[in-house]
């Protein structure tokens, strides 16, 4: 006779400190919902961040009373501890955990942990900051998540949209994999996990969400940024030194550049050199004639044809007069990244050391034109020369 297979096991984490007020009606509408309607198995494990009022004595009381639920307390505080602590020693298939004051719709929790189940993904995040996402929260808090996002976005090169929504989940093999490398043990315990995930190649879900701003929220919001601030700090050093090596699936070891990048990247990185000393070398000699904002004009409107061309022909391989004129119009959007850079740079530069040196704005000129380069590439890969978009052109 067959043995009946496992019932898929998912761990709820629900990180608590001097949360007595909500946590016995939390926890008891949490294990409600999942017995009435999740379809898997579910364990709700209480873990008390060394709290000092009742909270540990409510969460026992929780753990007797209801089927499933359970606590582990812990004497030193901080969330990204806690869920250290019991995401390491979990046996369940998936691990996630939620905010107390359940803050997120519940109805989104199934399709949080579904892909995990089904191994299409990795890790899962409940986002704030899609279109499909009905959020009611104050402008103050609003602005400095978007803010803290952008920033992720920008200067960490993050692709997932919204590291602090407090509902989160990941197949226990991977999380287990990474946790030795994530360093910070509370508030940016999350960024950090998702940043070291997206580093190795791991596939992050993301699920829009219904969420409600607790008014009583007690998180310390400028200490909480500048730790996260200087926990970016030290994921970027890591990053850079090669640091925090993990293993991670077959498939993603197996993972290679997009088709054509390998070709691609070098011939990019040639004619933007070549590019760049051209404009340098034409800023330098009108720079003589005229002011630097409109000799770093000049310049830049020429290297930027000269680009487009040059990188239509080599880097992507478009031939023929076919869709020349729309490709130096498209590419035109570039050079308006790099103008607003460069100019802004420059401009900069001038209320900050009035008189400096045609060197000093020389260098001021080649930094900015060094992030518009990236910009370039990004938009010449996926919009100007996007395949799907140049059908029509000679090959």
């Not at 926890?27 to 898997?40: D, M, N, S, W």
């Amino acid at each position: 006779m067959t043995a009946p297979a496992r019932t898929r096991l998912v761990e709820i984490v629900v990180p608590v400190y001097n949360e007595q007020r909500v946590l016995a009606e939390s926890v008891r509408r949490l294990h409600a919902y999942l017995t009435a309607t999740f379809p898997y198995g579910f364990r709700i494990t209480i873990a008390d961040n060394a709290s000092t009022d009742a909270t540990w004595r409510v969460a026992t009381g929780l753990g007797r009373e209801l089927s499933h639920v359970h606590a582990v307390h812990l004497d030193v505080k901080g969330r990204g501890r806690a869920l250290r602590r019991v995401w390491s020693a979990s046996d369940a298939d998936v691990v996630a955990y939620m905010d107390v004051d359940l803050s997120t719709d519940l109805d989104a929790f199934l399709p949080l942990v579904a892909p995990l189940l089904s191994g299409h993904s990795d890790l899962a995040i409940g986002t704030r900051l899609s279109r499909g996402s009905n959020v009611v929260r104050g402008p103050k808090r609003e602005f400095i998540s978007r803010t803290y996002n952008l920033l992720l976005r920008s200067a960490m090169g993050a692709r997932f949209s919204d590291a602090q929504c407090g509902f989160k989940a990941a197949r226990t093999e991977i999380v287990q994999a990474l946790l030795p490398a994530v360093e910070d043990e509370e508030w940016f315990f999350d960024t950090e996990l998702l940043l070291l995930a997206e580093r190795h190649g791991l596939r992050i879900h993301e699920v829009p969400v219904d969420w409600v701003d607790d008014p009583d929220s007690r998180v310390d919001i400028v200490r909480t940024a500048k730790d996260d601030l200087r926990g970016m700090a030290r994921v970027a050093r890591k990053t850079l030194s090669g640091a925090a090596r993990i293993p991670v699936p077959p498939r993603v070891q197996r993972a290679q550049l997009p088709s054509g990048m390998a070709r691609q990247l070098p011939s990019f990185a040639v004619i933007g050199v070549l590019c760049t000393l051209a404009h340098l070398g034409l800023f330098v000699l009108l720079r003589s004639v005229m002011p630097a904002v409109a000799a770093n004009a000049v310049a830049l409107l020429v290297t930027a044809v000269a680009n487009t061309a040059a990188n239509r022909r080599f880097t992507f391989g478009v031939t023929g007069r076919t869709g020349a004129l729309r490709h130096q119009l498209e590419g035109g959007m570039a050079f308006l990244v790099g103008l607003l850079l460069s100019t802004g740079g420059l401009t900069l530069l001038g209320y900050l050391m009035p008189g400096a040196s045609a060197t000093v704005q020389a260098a001021a000129v080649i930094a900015a034109n060094a992030l518009a380069t990236l910009v370039r590439f990004l938009l010449m890969r996926t919009w100007v020369f996007n395949p799907r978009r140049a059908k029509g052109a000679g090959r």
